[in-house]
């Protein structure tokens, strides 16, 4: 068995379809929150905390349910720290979304859609996918308007329903010991535990 000599470390959530109503706020949500050097995880946990090398936010939907997690490579002794960070980080965006974020994040992806369409292969992938799942191909105009449709407030909405009293996937792999139980970061994601914290602040 090959020792690793750093931790990957991924926390889960169920997240929406490809059909449903937040799978674009879905996308927005992870591209505001790992989805480049401009994220929120990015500047916190790797540039301003030093907590890990590589750390970044995705959202898969399929066809009945979906995926949306986070991923963060590290040395084993940076896990005390960095788990709480990221947590933190979820807290806060169902707390505030400011539009900026939502207008750089809707930046990138139009920028993603336009590279696509460089690619041949990448374009008939695309398609196939949207015929699988929604039975017609999707132009790129209607997916724009989607996302011109997202708001702040959705966006926290959905981060509340998704992050708060839930209960996550861990899977995690390398030099993990001192990597906090999944019963401990469930705790640390109740919504009656944090409420009472913010009251005895």
Not at 90 to 116: C, F, H, K, S, W
Not at 133 to 161: C, F, K, Q, S, V
Not at 170 to 182: C, D
Request: hydrophobic share 45%; with cysteine.
């Amino acid at each position: 068995m090959r020792t690793l000599s750093d931790a990957q470390v991924i926390l889960g959530f169920e997240g929406p379809a490809y059909h449903a109503q937040d799978f674009y706020c879905s996308q927005i949500l992870a591209n505001i929150l790992g989805g480049g050097m401009s994220s929120r995880l990015f500047q916190e946990v790797r540039e301003i905390r030093g907590l890990c090398y590589s750390v970044y936010a995705f959202h898969w939907g399929f066809s009945d349910s979906g995926v949306f997690a986070v991923h963060a490579a590290t040395g084993g002794d940076q896990l005390p720290e960095l788990v709480p960070v990221i947590i933190n980080e979820l807290r806060r965006a169902a707390e505030n979304v400011d539009p900026t974020e939502i207008e750089r994040a809707r930046a990138q992806i139009r920028a993603q859609l336009l590279m696509g369409q460089e690619s041949a292969s990448a374009r008939a992938g695309q398609i196939a996918r949207q015929v699988m799942l929604w039975g017609r191909p999707i132009p790129n105009e209607e997916m724009m308007m989607r996302i011109e449709n997202i708001t702040p407030r959705r966006l926290t909405d959905l981060a509340g329903r998704a992050f708060y009293d839930a209960t996550p996937t861990l899977s995690a792999v390398g030099p993990i010991e001192q990597l906090a139980p999944l019963d401990d970061i469930v705790e640390s994601l109740s919504f009656v535990e944090n409420k009472a914290a913010k009251a005895s602040l």
